[in-house]
């Protein structure tokens, strides 16, 4: 197992290389030259050249990336060039507010779909499982901002319960009470996906399961519904785990648009600025952030499948 | 009940078992009126081609099948209970505990994602209330009852992780977890090797005899039949067409099909072959013939076989067939073998 883990920790490596090498090469992909963007408009040549000079953009590209892959490993993303802030604290809090909204979202489409999916397999074929499927297909096929503002039309608009701008005093989040409300409409909002995905692999799952020979067994053992749903569970765990995984990390970097709708001070909305201000290092420093953490939470699905199913060569 | 009843008490005992799968397009007749009684401690082969309706029988004795779909009817009774009658409550505590089975396929009817010791202690705990090590400990007993070396450490293995022969041997641990009285073998040996399936064969009868458990166990394997059984009955069509004891079945068979199944010339010698093909093929058991099932490929059919299903003949107490023309009657036989034949009955 611990050599498992090694293997495939250092499988991981060259992926996220390449992720770094694709952000690093992101700034000569965007149209324009990157120095047309930091320096004025009416700039003269002499200082065209310093500034070359000064972000070393003079040097042959892999020596450029080894300089830039030596600050990132240190922490050193760059400097906003709206704010002038590091881009590693801006992309810090942002990255913070983010993952709470979509734990909170995959928590929640984690247990509604499961008992969706749990109810629609038990009760194949009758109304319960025709009414959960729909409930799944709409979650998978409404449009996340449409749904954000029309749940921001009923329930801040018509029915004031919960507030729909921000994340709550201080403009980041945390988790206590007076910060809780602010989560809700996002949080259902981005959930929608991830539930009827996850109802849906759970209920066909479950279905396949318990088709196979092995439930037979165990009801002849004499096991009650308790015990086979225990063993239903645990099997059914890793194809569940996997779609959860692969959530988690869509809902860290799709989520723009019900950032944007909602205002939510996370790594959506700040990739949504820095484009529309041109500021490439905080573009950069955030696509390279949530790149390695797509990378990372794939690493942690792997080995949590090879934790749960034992027939994963290891 | 059963404290009442006394020691020539059959086990098992069942009248006119009838059993249909109903779904939208069709119904499927798997098992059509068996009859059948198995004492303590005896081993019934039921031996068939695939798709006569074996597994179908073994499954009623703890009905397993799948409920909403299956209608069964007739007399069941397992150690006095009435299996047909019983609630899905009473029927939880008596599998596993009262009866238990052991299926062809170790790999896929073992939980591949839990360890072997886990399903052998999950079926101690649910009939017994014993603590955690004591199953635990009442497990490895049970692993080296099965002979699987280094019991221990293969409490702690996935199925995948064993052979063929010791996976079948851990199914048959898992089975007798709570020493049951009735055990039942639905091909058991068929899918492993040739010397791996005596093995299991031989432990199959000295586990049967130390623990003294009665035993019904399908193949389709002459060989294995001839080796385990005390008795055999042979089912074609959902029907046991004939049943007798072991030796005397394999050497004198009364009915046509079971003849044609040992071939032309019986002998002792022939003990340990597999069936050989008879010409034509099995029923389709969704539009059964109204007489004899067997009549298409029957080289002695007449005109009455047709008319209605022939009723079961006892030749000698011990010995029933259900055919009009058995081996031992026919007409067109030299009188000294049917002599013979009659000269089989104590
Ligand atoms: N659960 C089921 N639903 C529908 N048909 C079944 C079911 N189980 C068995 N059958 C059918 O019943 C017939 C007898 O099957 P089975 O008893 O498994 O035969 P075998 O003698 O090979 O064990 C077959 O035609 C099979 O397709
Ligand atoms: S009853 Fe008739 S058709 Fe059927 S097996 Fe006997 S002789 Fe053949
Ligand atoms: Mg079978």
Not at chain 1, 54 to 80: H, M, N, T
Not at chain 1, 293 to 307: E, I, K, R, S
Not at chain 2, 220 to 223: E, I, P, R, V
């Given at each position: 197992?611990?050599?498992?883990?090694?293997?495939?920790?250092?499988?991981?490596?060259?992926?996220?290389?390449?992720?770094?090498?694709?952000?690093?090469?992101?700034?000569?992909?965007?149209?324009?030259?990157?120095?047309?963007?930091?320096?004025?408009?009416?700039?003269?040549?002499?200082?065209?050249?310093?500034?070359?000079?000064?972000?070393?953009?003079?040097?042959?590209?892999?020596?450029?990336?080894?300089?830039?892959?030596?600050?990132?490993?240190?922490?050193?993303?760059?400097?906003?060039?709206?704010?002038?802030?590091?881009?590693?604290?801006?992309?810090?809090?942002?990255?913070?507010?983010?993952?709470?909204?979509?734990?909170?979202?995959?928590?929640?489409?984690?247990?509604?779909?499961?008992?969706?999916?749990?109810?629609?397999?038990?009760?194949?074929?009758?109304?319960?499982?025709?009414?959960?499927?729909?409930?799944?297909?709409?979650?998978?096929?409404?449009?996340?901002?449409?749904?954000?503002?029309?749940?921001?039309?009923?329930?801040?608009?018509?029915?004031?319960?919960?507030?729909?701008?921000?994340?709550?005093?201080?403009?980041?989040?945390?988790?206590?009470?007076?910060?809780?409300?602010?989560?809700?409409?996002?949080?259902?909002?981005?959930?929608?996906?991830?539930?009827?995905?996850?109802?849906?692999?759970?209920?066909?799952?479950?279905?396949?399961?318990?088709?196979?020979?092995?439930?037979?067994?165990?009801r002849g053992k004499g096991?009650?519904?308790?015990?086979?749903?225990?063993?239903?569970?645990?099997?059914?765990?890793?194809?569940?785990?996997?779609?959860?995984?692969?959530?988690?990390?869509?809902?860290?970097?799709?989520?723009?648009?019900?950032?944007?709708?909602?205002?939510?001070?996370?790594?959506?909305?700040?990739?949504?600025?820095?484009?529309?201000?041109?500021?490439?290092?905080?573009?950069?420093?955030?696509?390279?952030?949530?790149?390695?953490?797509?990378?990372?939470?794939?690493?942690?699905?792997?080995?949590?499948?090879?934790?749960?199913?034992?027939?994963?060569?290891? | 009940m059963s404290a009442l009843q006394s020691q020539s008490q059959p086990l098992v005992k069942v009248r006119d078992l009838n059993v249909?799968?109903?779904?939208?397009?069709?119904?499927?007749?798997?098992v059509?009126g068996v009859d059948f009684d198995l004492a303590p401690k005896e081993t019934l082969c039921i031996l068939g081609?695939?798709?006569?309706g074996k597994s179908v029988t073994l499954r009623s004795l703890m009905r397993l099948h799948?409920?909403?779909?299956?209608?069964i009817t007739g007399t069941i009774q397992v150690d006095g209970t009435d299996i047909v009658a019983a609630s899905?409550?009473e029927l939880s505590s008596i599998r596993g505990r009262l009866v238990s089975m052991i299926f062809?396929?170790?790999?896929?009817?073992?939980?591949?994602?839990?360890?072997?010791?886990?399903?052998?202690?999950?079926t101690?705990?649910?009939h017994e209330?014993?603590?955690?090590?004591?199953?635990?400990?009442?497990?490895?007993?049970l692993?080296?009852l099965?002979?699987?070396?280094?019991?221990?450490?293969?409490?702690?293995?996935?199925?995948?992780?064993?052979?063929?022969?010791?996976?079948?041997?851990?199914?048959i641990a898992v089975a007798l977890s709570v020493r049951p009285k009735l055990l039942l073998a639905d091909e058991p040996?068929?899918?492993?090797?040739?010397?791996?399936?005596?093995?299991?064969l031989?432990l199959l009868k000295r586990i049967q005899a130390e623990l003294g458990m009665g035993v019904i166990f399908v193949t389709?394997?002459?060989?294995v039949a001839?080796e385990i059984a005390d008795r055999i009955a042979v089912m074609?069509?959902?029907?046991f067409?004939e049943e007798a004891p072991a030796e005397a079945l394999?050497?004198?068979?009364?009915?046509?099909?079971?003849?044609?199944?040992?071939?032309?010339?019986?002998?002792?010698?022939?003990?340990?072959?597999?069936?050989?093909?008879?010409?034509?093929?099995?029923?389709?058991?969704?539009?059964?013939?109204?007489?004899?099932?067997?009549?298409?490929?029957?080289?002695?059919?007449?005109?009455?076989?047709?008319?209605?299903?022939?009723?079961l003949?006892a030749?000698?107490p011990d010995r029933t067939?259900?055919?009009?023309?058995?081996?031992?009657?026919?007409?067109?036989?030299?009188?000294?073998?049917?002599?013979?034949?009659?000269?089989?009955?104590?």
């Open positions: 197992m611990i050599f498992y883990i090694v293997r495939r920790v250092l499988y991981s490596i060259p992926i996220a290389l390449s992720v770094g090498l694709v952000c690093f090469l992101l700034v000569y992909i965007s149209p324009g030259d990157p120095i047309s963007a930091i320096a004025p408009p009416d700039a003269p040549a002499e200082m065209i050249t310093q500034l070359r000079r000064d972000y070393g953009l003079d040097k042959p590209l892999p020596e450029q990336f080894a300089i830039w892959l030596g600050r990132v490993v240190q922490g050193d993303l760059g400097r906003s060039l709206s704010t002038g802030r590091p881009v590693w604290g801006e992309v810090s809090v942002a990255l913070k507010n983010t993952v709470s909204l979509a734990v909170a979202a995959c928590t929640l489409a984690f247990a509604i779909g499961t008992l969706l999916g749990g109810l629609a397999a038990a009760f194949r074929d009758t109304w319960v499982d025709r009414i959960a499927m729909t409930f799944a297909v709409a979650g998978v096929s409404v449009p996340h901002y449409w749904l954000g503002m029309l749940l921001v039309a009923v329930f801040a608009v018509t029915f004031p319960l919960a507030p729909s701008m921000g994340a709550g005093p201080g403009g980041t989040f945390v988790w206590d009470w007076a910060h809780l409300p602010f989560l809700i409409l996002p949080m259902v909002t981005l959930s929608a996906i991830p539930l009827g995905l996850v109802a849906r692999t759970v209920r066909g799952t479950v279905i396949e399961i318990l088709h196979q020979e092995f439930i037979t067994t165990l096991l009650r519904s308790g015990g086979i749903l225990l063993h239903v569970a645990k099997n059914a765990a890793p194809s569940v785990l996997a779609v959860m995984g692969l959530q988690l990390g869509y809902l860290m970097g799709g989520s723009i648009l019900v950032e944007t709708v909602f205002s939510w001070p996370g790594t959506g909305f700040l990739l949504n600025s820095a484009i529309f201000q041109r500021d490439i290092p905080l573009l950069q420093g955030t696509i390279l952030v949530l790149a390695l953490l797509f990378v990372a939470l794939n690493l942690v699905v792997d080995l949590g499948q090879a934790l749960l199913d034992p027939r994963i060569k290891r | 249909a799968f109903v779904s939208k397009e069709a119904t499927l007749h798997a059509n081609e695939s798709g006569s799948p409920p909403r779909r299956t209608r899905e409550r062809q396929e170790p790999m896929t009817a073992l939980d591949p994602v839990f360890t072997i010791g886990k399903q052998i202690t999950e101690i705990r649910r209330g014993v603590s955690h090590q004591e199953a635990q400990r009442r497990a490895l007993d692993l080296e099965v002979q699987i070396p280094s019991a221990r450490q293969r409490l702690d293995a996935y199925p995948h992780e064993l052979s063929g022969g010791l996976r079948q041997r851990a199914m040996t068929t899918a492993l090797d040739a010397t791996v399936q005596i093995q299991v031989l389709h394997d002459l060989g001839g074609y069509a959902g029907r067409i394999l050497e004198a068979p009364e009915h046509p099909y079971v003849e044609g199944l040992l071939g032309a010339t019986v002998t002792p010698a022939s003990r340990g072959r597999r069936l050989t093909a008879i010409p034509g093929s099995p029923p389709n058991l969704r539009t059964l013939p109204v007489g004899c099932a067997f009549a298409p490929r029957c080289t002695s059919a007449e005109p009455n076989c047709r008319a209605a299903v022939p009723d003949r030749l000698a067939v259900r055919c009009i023309h058995p081996a031992g009657l026919r007409p067109s036989m030299p009188p000294a073998m049917a002599f013979a034949a009659e000269e089989r009955a104590p």
